[in-house]
C-alpha cells in the first residue's frame, strides 16, 4: 500500500495544473456527465515549431500515464510524457481569448502562438507559423 502511494506522488510530479485549469476541465467534464472520461494531454507533430500540444476529453488508454488531480484524472501517452514532464497547464481568460497554456520547460523554442514547442532532443520539423500572430 505504502509503494502505491509513493507511486502516485512521483506521477503528480509529472506535470501540474493551476486552479484556473483544474476549475475549467472540471467544468468541461461536469457538462459532459460521463465518470470514464478524464483530460487528455498529448504531443503530436507539427505546428511552426516542430511539435505542438494537444487535450481533448477521453477515456483512458493502455500504456497511459494517470495522473489524479482532485475529481478527475489526466491522461498522458508514452510518447508525450517525454516531451511534457514538468510542465504546468494553465488556463487563461483575457481580452485576446480563452483557452488552456502549457509552460513547458522542455521547450527550447516556442511560437508565438503558445501551441507549438521544439525540444533540445530536436522534437518534430518545424513548419512556417500558421498562427495568425
Known amino acids: 500500500m505504502i509503494e502505491q502511494n509513493q507511486q ?3 506521477e503528480e510530479q509529472v506535470i501540474t ?9 472540471s467544468e ?4 459532459e456527465n460521463d465518470p470514464s472520461l478524464g483530460l487528455r494531454i498529448f504531443v503530436a507533430g507539427g505546428g511552426c515549431s516542430g511539435l505542438q500540444y494537444g487535450m481533448t476529453l477521453d477515456e483512458e488508454q ?6 489524479p488531480v482532485n475529481d478527475f ?3 498522458i501517452d508514452e510518447m ?15 481580452l485576446m481569448g480563452a483557452g488552456f497554456t502549457v509552460n513547458n ?12 514547442f521544439r525540444t533540445a532532443n530536436g522534437g518534430g520539423e518545424a513548419r512556417s507559423c500558421a498562427c495568425g500572430h
Not at 508525450?80 to 483575457?94: A, F, L, M, P, R
Open 8 to 10: 502516485t506522488a512521483t
Open 17 to 25: 495544473m493551476t486552479p484556473a485549469a483544474v476549475e475549467k476541465v
Open 28 to 31: 468541461l467534464l461536469q457538462q
Open 62 to 67: 493502455e500504456g497511459d500515464t494517470v495522473i
Open 73 to 75: 484524472k489526466v491522461f
Open 80 to 94: 508525450s510524457i517525454t516531451y511534457i514532464s514538468g510542465s504546468e497547464v494553465d488556463y487563461v481568460d483575457s
Open 105 to 116: 520547460p522542455n521547450a527550447v523554442s516556442t511560437c508565438g502562438c503558445g501551441h507549438s
